[in-house]
């Protein structure tokens, strides 16, 4: 079990960098590039089971409702706080159904949805930035700071529980290896050199 706060950090880390393929696969369709579809659904995919059911679920049904526990005189703050960071994940679930409709139909040879395709990307992009930064600067700070041993104990078993509850027992290592092992190939492609496997 990883300490809770510090497993969300480092899924974080493997978040922005997908961010950044991301960004340099909307560089290369605008610069009228070849581009490998299936490597823009392993992208869409990577935020849709990733980002969206496994990080942003964990944060739902497990960080929050332990964030907004707190006095009285920041109830009102961290309402506010948690409201903001919910909207953000709803909004980034919307764009990736968007996005994966348009990758079906790319699939399909249509190619007349690229440019929208780019569009939304960097709005999802520019989303997950802020929304990266308010719990950089807020949720997880704050989290790190004022939640007990055991709560966090707690919460890295609740998080275990739920990977093996949503990939299959015994299967979250197995799932972060596939995770690492695709982000690596695609960087080996998209942010440096050699070819994916
Ligand atoms: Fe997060
Ligand atoms: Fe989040």
Redesign the pocket.
């Known amino acids: 079990m990883k300490r809770p706060i510090k497993a969300l950090k480092d899924e974080t880390l493997q978040i922005e960098e997908m961010l950044i393929i991301l960004e340099v696969l909307c560089h290369k369709l605008e610069d009228g590039e070849e581009v490998n579809v299936k490597d823009l659904q392993k992208v869409i995919n990577f935020f849709k089971v990733f980002a969206e059911e496994c990080?942003?679920k964990k944060?739902e049904e497990f960080l929050f409702p332990e964030y907004k526990k707190c006095p009285k005189q920041e109830a009102q703050h961290r309402k506010e706080v948690i409201d903001e960071?919910k909207g953000?994940?709803q909004l980034g679930k919307f764009y990736l159904i968007v996005l994966g409709k348009m990758i079906s139909k790319i699939q399909r040879g249509d190619k007349s949805c690229l440019k929208k395709f780019t569009q939304i990307s960097r709005k999802y992009i520019d989303l997950e930035c802020r929304?990266i930064n308010l719990?950089f600067t807020e949720l997880y700070p704050i989290c790190e700071k004022t939640l007990s041993v055991k709560q966090k104990d707690t919460i890295g078993h609740q998080f275990d529980m739920f990977e093996d509850k949503t990939f299959g027992e015994g299967q979250h290592d197995n799932f972060h290896c596939a995770i690492n092992k695709m982000i690596t190939n695609l960087k080996s492609v998209y942010l440096g050199s050699g070819s994916s496997n």
Do not use: D, F, V
């Open positions: 990080h942003n944060e960071l953000e994940h929304h719990e």
